[in-house]
């Protein structure tokens, strides 16, 4: 019963954020560089012939029952000089009441600009599948009626597109996009209770640069901005370092909400997989035991991958 009544008072909670707000916040992820297709359509590496395929997964605020957890699976294919392909699926689950499914397909056509940099300019388009199911979902302490914010389980389907431009070479990138550039709006008012959910353009603001310490040692700063009207920015700065490129470590600092360490390892030429942890600055922080995150990534045909971190930014 204890259980069962943090579950719904935390749902409750997130429910108020997310729905009664004018804007929610996409899924985040501590080891965003290495996911970057699914915020930005235009990211892309140049390597033809090399299929690159990778999967995350973050499970959130441990210790907090009902907290959400997301799933990400992602495949890019560069498959000419100047264009470049990709899917992506990110599965978002709150309680496993509210589930969240988008699927996208990406198309990036790249332009020389300079002797080494790289002009990408991307679109993706998909769908978003919102479920909620409050069967059994009581938030009153006693009688027998559900709040009519939650009584009755929502299926809805929404299409989107999304934009993006990717500048890169060998040893940086800057990128500016918009995943998700059409609004759209989860819940209706129901019975005179406002129980809006919409979700604004999030606009995503991601650099990274490669720094040679010396032949062994490889110094990685990166960093992402995002917002979305209605909510505060959100600024992750991340520094990792890469030895003898195979082995990487770095932290992670998230602007007043979390701090975090990142390590992966090259375990062969074509496979790769890390590990990060959240360590919460906030309230929150009171209630769970951090946040765990696990990244495989897996390159086809990956003969430039003895090149390490320069080959391409992929590996930021």
Not at 75 to 104: A, M, Q
């Amino acid at each position: 019963m204890k259980n069962k009544t943090t579950t719904c008072l935390f749902l409750a909670f997130a429910f108020g954020l997310i729905w009664n707000v004018t804007a929610q916040q996409d899924p985040q992820f501590t080891q965003y560089m290495y996911n970057q297709k699914i915020i930005n359509p235009a990211y892309a590496t140049g390597n033809q012939q090399e299929i690159n395929v990778g999967a995350l997964y973050r499970s959130q605020w441990v210790g907090i029952e009902g907290a959400p957890s997301t799933a990400s699976l992602f495949v890019h294919y560069p498959v000419s000089e100047r264009i470049e392909l990709g899917l992506s699926f990110t599965n978002d689950d709150i309680g496993n009441v509210v589930t969240e499914n988008n699927i996208y397909a990406d198309f990036a056509y790249i332009l020389p600009v300079s002797e080494q940099g790289k002009l990408s300019l991307g679109l993706k388009a998909g769908v978003t599948l919102f479920d909620a199911n409050f069967d059994g979902f009581t938030l009153q302490s006693g009688g027998n009626d559900t709040d009519a914010a939650f009584r009755d389980n929502i299926n809805q389907t929404f299409p989107n597109l999304g934009a993006g431009a990717f500048y890169y070479t060998d040893r940086f990138y800057a990128g500016l996009s918009a995943p998700n550039l059409l609004t759209t709006q989860h819940l209706e008012n129901e019975n005179g209770v406002q129980t809006t959910g919409v979700e604004n353009v999030h606009l995503f603001l991601t650099s990274g640069y490669v720094l040679d310490v010396n032949d062994a040692i490889k110094l990685k700063p990166a960093f992402l901005l995002r917002g979305v009207q209605g909510a505060p920015l959100t600024l992750d700065v991340t520094a990792n370092v890469l030895f003898n490129d195979k082995f990487e470590a770095g932290l992670a600092y998230r602007v007043g909400d979390a701090v975090s360490g990142l390590v992966n390892y090259r375990i062969a030429p074509n496979l790769r997989v890390g590990y990060a942890y959240d360590y919460t600055l906030s309230n929150l922080g009171n209630y769970n035991t951090g946040s765990h995150e696990v990244m495989i990534l897996f390159n086809i045909k990956s003969k430039a991958w003895d090149r390490g971190f320069d080959r391409s930014p992929r590996f930021f």
